[in-house]
């Protein structure tokens, strides 16, 4: 059982470049959220995703976009990456409402934008 | 501005000794939970916690949250090694959101 699957692990783009990190379950969960992981600050949520077909913002979603074509994958994409956006990226996933149930993290992805 | 704020942000201490990690807000959550993770790994859930007042315990730890469902505290008695890492708070407020507190980085000297 793989649980929440993040690619790449490692990532160094140049100011300006496009991305897009990967995640994917196969716990059948209906919750999904990108998160990013800052010195001194915690984990910040960028997006979630309550079920197929539904996306919305969280607390830092600017210059990320998010799609949820399939229960399993939850794709997060940098339009035009800024040093501002070096940080690592967790993609979570959860049966239902995070705050109620068991949220399962992915290994990360360390992005790095020079 | 955090929701959440830890307290200590790091702390050493030796094997055996006790410690208290403190999660503050001037918010009201739904449920608070706790997380340790550990380098290159995700945050893994300890416990959650969701009426004033609670108090759970899981082996040598002990977690309460506040009476106000403001605050919480995580207690560890008799740290070993296999403790150190960094842990976390969580607190939920509206319908989906999750909000992580600043994190206290624990190390335990065998």
Not at chain 2, 9 to 37: A, D, K, M, P
């Amino acid at each position: 059982n793989a649980g929440v699957t993040q690619t790449p692990k490692f990532q160094v783009l140049k100011t300006g470049q496009s991305m897009t990190l990967q995640c994917a379950q196969d716990m059948n969960h209906e919750y999904m959220s990108w998160y990013r992981q800052d010195p001194g600050m915690g984990l910040r949520l960028i997006h979630y995703s309550v079920g197929a077909g539904i996306t919305d913002q969280g607390e830092v979603p600017n210059g990320y976009n998010v799609s949820r074509s399939t229960t399993e994958d939850f794709p997060l994409r940098l339009l035009s990456a800024a040093p501002s956006q070096t940080s690592v990226y967790f993609c979570a996933s959860s049966y239902s409402k995070p705050m109620n149930t068991e949220a399962f993290f992915g290994q990360g992805t360390r992005l790095t934008v020079v | 501005t955090q929701l959440l704020e830890q307290s200590p942000q790091f702390l050493s201490i030796q094997e055996g000794e006790n410690l208290t990690v403190y999660c503050n807000s001037s918010s009201v959550f739904s449920s608070l939970q706790w997380y340790r993770q550990e380098p290159g790994e995700g945050p893994v859930l300890l416990v959650t916690v969701v009426t004033g007042g609670e108090v759970k315990k899981l082996k040598r730890l002990t977690f309460q949250f506040g009476d106000a469902r403001k605050d919480s505290s995580l207690h560890i008695t008799a740290a070993q090694p296999g403790d150190t890492g960094l842990y976390l708070c969580a607190g939920g407020r509206g319908a989906n959101n999750l909000f992580f507190g600043t994190g206290t980085r624990l190390t335990v000297i065998p």
